[in-house]
C-alpha cells in the first residue's frame, strides 16, 4: 500500500510547504495579506475544481 501512497504523501507535504512559505511571505507584507489570501482561496479552488 505505501508503494501506492508515497508518491501521494510526497506531493502533500510539498504543497503543505508551498502553502507555509507562501503564508509567511504575506505575513511580512501585511495581516491584511493574509487575510485576502484567506478569504479569496476558497473561491480559486472552487473555480479551478470545476474547470
Not at 6 to 34: C, F, H, K, M
Amino acid at each position: 500500500m505505501f508503494e501506492l501512497a508515497w508518491p501521494i504523501i510526497v506531493t502533500e507535504l510539498l504543497q503543505v510547504a508551498y502553502n507555509l512559505a507562501d503564508t509567511v511571505w504575506l505575513g511580512r507584507l501585511s495581516t491584511d495579506a493574509v487575510a485576502a489570501i484567506s478569504l479569496a482561496f476558497p473561491l480559486i479552488f472552487l473555480l479551478i475544481s470545476v474547470g
